[in-house]
């Protein structure tokens, strides 16, 4: 199936951890997305990445690390986890130039910081 | 900086009823606007992409529409359905004005009554 997968569904952790969450799409898509969906439902871009390069950083704490070995993953590396993570994480994809074409979002990632 | 905002907040109808719902957004150079509808603990799915040169678009009983010059769109539901039951949120995409993020509303609660 063509998508936009996230790894893994649940995480549940200890303050102070440092926990990975992966993202793979096999759209083809040139760029790809963190969200941060809070406990008020609100979306807010994290960052942004176009062809492995990092193109928005929406002043999220230095904690957070993205990281894109190549076009089809983005994985989001969180240091010294605090409650205040505690949120849905969701990765997308999309294909630049094409306003036809919106973005493709992957499940979530529920993330419990405890 | 875009900002999208949906009214109403939450939504109760009784099945059957056709319904609107309601999206505005400030900068009026978006590349395109999406309607997505998120069931409880589930992630995004995409139900309507209009692109900025568009007016409208219709898939079965959704029919959304685009006003760039007043910064408004409408979902519009007809024959609302106790499966319609979901959070529906628009998010404009600012790809045209350089801007590679998708801004999302806070979403319109809807809850469908049998």
């Known amino acids: 199936d063509t998508a936009v997968s996230q790894t893994p569904k649940y995480l549940v952790t200890q303050m102070g951890n440092d926990k990975s969450i992966k993202c793979e799409q096999n759209?083809?898509?040139?760029?790809m997305y963190w969200y941060k969906q809070d406990s008020k439902k609100f979306l807010k871009i994290m960052f942004s990445?176009?062809?492995?390069?990092?193109?928005i950083n929406e002043t999220v704490p230095n904690r957070f690390s993205p990281k894109s070995p190549d076009k089809a993953h983005l994985n989001l590396h969180i240091n010294s986890l605090e409650l205040g993570d505690s949120a849905v994480y969701f990765c997308a994809s999309s294909p630049p130039g094409r306003p036809d074409y919106g973005y493709t979002f992957g499940s979530g990632t529920r993330l419990t910081v405890v | 900086k875009q900002e999208v905002t949906q009214i109403p907040a939450a939504l109760s109808v009784p099945e059957g009823e056709n319904l609107v719902l309601n999206c505005s957004f400030t900068?009026?150079?978006?590349?395109?606007l999406q309607w997505f509808r998120q069931d409880p603990g589930k992630g995004l799915t995409s139900l309507l992409l209009i692109q900025s040169s568009q007016r409208e678009q219709t898939s079965g009983r959704l029919n959304a529409s685009l006003d760039k010059s007043s910064g408004r769109s409408t979902l519009y539901i007809a024959a609302s359905q106790p499966g319609d039951s979901a959070t529906y949120l628009c998010a404009s995409d600012g790809s045209g004005a350089g801007s590679y993020q998708l801004t999302f509303g806070k979403g319109t609660k809807l809850s469908v009554i049998p």
């Open positions: 990445y176009n062809n492995k390069e990092l193109i």
């Open positions: 759209l083809g898509h040139d760029t």
């Open positions: 900068d009026s150079a978006i590349y395109n």
